[in-house]
């Protein structure tokens, strides 16, 4: 193309001088799309900024400041004594595949074969009792479970502490760690004993990228192909998929009004490898586990050698006295692998989480973090421990579990005008959902669906059980949306409901 052509399809751009974008970045989009969709193809000679400002209209600095930018990001090229050209490579073109390069679908042939662990993942997930990661696109709906108060969370503070961070220290925050930043392992040492009982020091603690990670070592390290373990039934579908994954022989053992069924485990299993408790606040019964189980629990585990791993997800938001000690507290001969996270009590993008193991099995945890993930990313553990050792993490917690309470309240006494007969929503001490009830004999597939269909999410119980057998229900989270919105989505599942 001639560089009188150019100039009259330039001459056509259109610059709006009232926009509060700058003139030099219109006229940069402008001639970006020009060049992307071949009105300027590659190889144009383009006219002199001097002539291009008099054809606009604008200063001649408007139009270097757009040309600079294009050359910097590799759209124009300048050949010397000849002038800028479009440039022949466009950066966007060695970003993508080729024309032709992916048409049609991938070829089929025989089935991959995969290592015995991918196909029992393959197979765990396929036989997953729930959902693992809530789907949300935007502001969840009215019930999604699993989900806190974003909105309530304090953005503008942990912005400055990333930033904070990230001038201090921009350097070492981009570069490997031997280990996980040393701050926030204290950090959380320091709030696990007297928020949480749990005994421990920092060289214990080992912070992974989210509790599946922590679940993953967990079965890395301590199971082989085959060995027996105790599960929870109902119970968290991620520690399920995981222990099942790594090839244990999984054992589900019915929950009532204490907790776990220790003397049905010891019946049925009395040598299992492991067991996997979540006493504080049982997924996603929301019963807590008696002192009484968690003695027998423990002598268990001490008289055969075998491991606890207690799963603490929620324990913060008790709405009814103080907060339960962990049954790790009560440990005396090194059983118990201890498992927080953040993603309830910060946000879920966050992907920290921690581990607390017996001094023994310090070494051959963190050689497995190390083969598998080495680090979670420095940038947001700096900022994490700030944020704890700021006291901040503290006001937090005390502002969610107001807040909580108040949705809880608000969805129990909604339920109670509008679900009479067709759903029973008691109240709980503790959590971020509360269980639905549905009268005996009700389907909670069906009654699931019919709620999705009315803009309500509410997840069946029967999905989260193995083998027992249970009265229909629904889960209904409340912790990620406000009083207005519990009231419209109890509504939305009255109607779902009343449908025959």
């Not at 921009?170 to 005994?199: F, H, K, M, T």
């Not at 599946?212 to 599960?231: E, F, M, N, S």
């Not at 019946?267 to 006493?279: E, H, K």
């Not at 324990?315 to 103080?322: D, F, I, K, N, V």
């Amino acid at each position: 193309m001639t560089t009188r052509k150019a100039v009259a399809i330039l001459a056509t751009l259109a610059l709006d001088p009232t926009s509060t974008t700058l003139l030099y970045h219109q006229l940069y989009k402008s001639l970006q799309q020009a060049i992307l969709t071949g009105r300027l193809p590659s190889g144009t000679r383009l006219p002199s900024t001097r002539l291009l400002a008099a054809e606009l209209g604008v200063s001649r600095n408007t139009v270097m400041n757009a040309f600079d930018q294009l050359w910097s990001e590799g759209y124009l090229e300048a050949r010397h004594g000849s002038g800028t050209f479009v440039a022949r490579a466009l950066p966007d073109d060695l970003l993508t595949l080729t024309p032709g390069a992916a048409q049609g679908p991938a070829p089929v042939g025989k089935r991959a074969d995969v290592s015995q662990y991918g196909a029992r993942l393959l197979s765990a997930v396929g036989r997953m009792p729930g959902p693992l990661v809530p789907q949300v696109r935007g502001k969840p709906r009215p019930f999604r479970q699993g989900v806190p108060a974003l909105d309530a969370f304090p953005h503008a503070l942990w912005g400055r502490l990333l930033a904070r961070c990230w001038r201090r220290s921009s350097d070492e925050l981009l570069n490997y760690a031997d280990d996980s930043q040393q701050a926030l392992r204290e950090a959380i040492a320091a709030y696990l004993g007297p928020g949480r009982g749990v005994r421990c020091t920092a060289e214990q603690v080992i912070v992974v990228a989210g509790s599946q990670q922590g679940l993953d070592l967990v079965a890395r390290v301590l199971l082989d192909p085959g060995d027996p373990i105790w599960i929870e039934d109902p119970c968290y579908p991620g520690a399920y998929g995981a222990l099942l994954g790594a090839g244990a022989s999984v054992v589900p053992l019915s929950v009532d009004g204490e907790g776990l069924d220790v003397a049905a485990g010891v019946t049925r299993c009395p040598q299992a490898r492991l067991a996997f408790v979540t006493p504080s606040h049982q997924f996603p019964l929301g019963v807590t586990m008696s002192l009484r189980r968690r003695l027998e629990l423990l002598a268990w585990a001490g008289r055969t050698g075998s491991w606890i791993v207690e799963d603490d997800y929620d324990s913060e938001y008790r709405y009814t006295g103080r907060p339960l000690a962990a049954l790790q507290g009560l440990d005396r001969e090194g059983r118990v692998i201890y498992l927080g996270t953040f993603s309830k009590v910060m946000f879920p993008a966050l992907r920290l989480a921690y581990l607390v193991v017996p001094p023994d099995l310090v070494g051959p945890f963190y050689a497995a973090r190390l083969f598998a993930a080495q680090h979670p990313p420095l940038l947001e553990q700096a900022a994490l421990a700030e944020f704890i050792a700021g006291g901040h993490f503290a006001r937090h917690v005390r502002r969610m579990r107001a807040l909580y309470a108040g949705r809880q309240a608000a969805l129990v006494a909604a339920a109670r005008r509008q679900l009479a007969g067709l759903l029973d929503v008691p109240p709980a001490e503790a959590g971020m959902h509360l269980l639905g009830w549905l009268p005996e004999g009700a389907d909670d597939h069906v009654a699931s669906q019919r709620a999705a269909a009315h803009g309500v999410d509410a997840f069946p119980l029967s999905t989260y059980c193995l083998e027992t057998t249970r009265r229909g229900a629904l889960l209904l989270g409340y912790a990620a949306v406000n009083e207005q919105e519990i009231e419209e989505g109890v509504s939305r599942l009255a109607r779902a409901l009343e449908r025959r």
